[in-house]
Each structure stands twice: as C-alpha cells, then as structure tokens.
C-alpha cells in the first residue's frame, strides 16, 4: 500500500473556455470539446497539435479561440 508523500507540487490547474475544458496534472494534460475528449503527455505530439496558448481573453486550441470563462490554480502555458 503506497502512501502520499508531502512535498512539492507537479503543475496543476484548469482553464474552462467557452465550450472546452484545458487542464493539467504533472506531465499529463486533458481537453475537451465538442469534438471529444484527449487525455495525454505534455509535449507530445497531440499537446503540439493542439497548441493552446493564451491571446488576451482567448484561449486558443486547435487554431480555434475561445473565451475564458474561468481557471483554477496557476495556469502556465
């Protein structure tokens, strides 16, 4: 039985756009939209094509912007 261990924190938070979900827990990364739902590795190949980044107000994902509706925890992209 493993038990949790007190230290530092791997990156963890949320962007909630309008329409989508962007969230991040340690090396891990999940979306999700209309299309569907990804769950995988930052800096992987499907993190590089999706590409989200951040335009005043927007996030955006896929080449699509989306307005910020709300966030959690500090978000770095």
Do not use: K, Y
């Amino acid at each position: 039985m493993g038990l949790r261990q007190d230290g530092p924190v791997a990156p963890c938070w949320a962007l909630f756009a309008e329409n989508a979900i962007l969230l991040r827990a340690g090396a891990q990364f999940g979306w999700a939209d209309q299309s569907g739902v990804v769950v995988d590795t930052i800096g992987g190949p499907r993190w590089t094509a999706l590409n989200p980044h951040v335009n005043g107000d927007d996030l955006v994902a896929n080449s699509v912007g989306r307005s910020i509706e709300d966030s959690e925890g500090d978000v770095d992209l």
